[in-house]
């Protein structure tokens, strides 16, 4: 994780696109792809590396309860004002992720291959936030990251701030259970602290082929 102490960064203005799934009437899976915005009419792949896609409530209930279970020891930060964080290696992830999420990823990033299977949780508890910052790609002979993939595990008010210049204000995305953001790395973003209960999310990375 990249970070800075202020707000004076060159910002990159991004696009944001709500996007969802709904229910083909001759099958139960949530498999056919709706753009719940207009901004997504005017879509194209190209335009991924500065998109920031948001998919409202698509993991279940089950799946992040279950998700969340993996959590054994949280581990503190540096500032009892930072986030507890907690790491594992797990496909759970993979299993529980809508088949129909997948197929999305596989049209719009062609050298999509699969998830990170390292999964970093997070746990915010009131006046807990991150500090500014970006994330860090990964890498290796065979395959290389330049997105996030962020799953809210429950409902928060503690908001998701991506930074973006003046002009543009910034976006602000509300926690709610199962929701998924998926956003290049680059991106300069902020966890914001819930202002009652304990906010949790889990990050991992969408791996592409080389």
């Known amino acids: 994780m990249n970070s800075v102490s202020n707000n004076t960064f060159p910002y990159i ?29 005017s879509f194209r792949p190209l335009d991924t590396p500065l ?38 290696f797990s496909s759970l992830f993979s299993e529980c992720c809508p088949s129909s999420l997948v197929d999305f990823l596989k049209v719009t990033f062609p050298q999509f291959k699969d998830f ?3 999964l970093r949780f997070n746990r915010y508890l009131p006046s807990q936030s991150t500090t500014i910052h970006c994330d860090r790609p990964f890498s290796s002979s065979s395959f290389f990251t330049s997105h996030t993939i962020l ?3 429950n409902d928060s008010n503690g908001v998701l701030e991506f930074f973006q210049p003046k002009s543009c204000g910034n976006i602000k995305i509300i926690p709610k259970t199962g929701t998924v953001v998926i956003f290049p790395h680059h991106c300069w973003h902020q966890g914001h602290s819930p202002s009652s209960s304990t906010k949790y999310s889990l990050r991992s990375d969408l791996l592409f082929s080389i």
């Open 51 to 88: 998109s920031i896609f948001v998919f409202d409530s698509l993991f279940s209930i089950k799946s992040c309860s279950s998700l969340l279970s993996l959590v054994s020891n949280w581990k503190s930060s540096s500032s009892s004002s930072l986030n507890s964080y907690f790491s594992t």
């Open 13 to 41: 203005q991004y696009k944001l696109l709500y996007l969802s799934f709904k229910k083909d009437d001759t099958n139960d899976e949530m498999d056919m792809f709706n753009c719940s915005s207009l901004k997504c009419l």
């Open 151 to 153: 799953l809210f595990l």
């Open 116 to 118: 990170n299977s390292l």
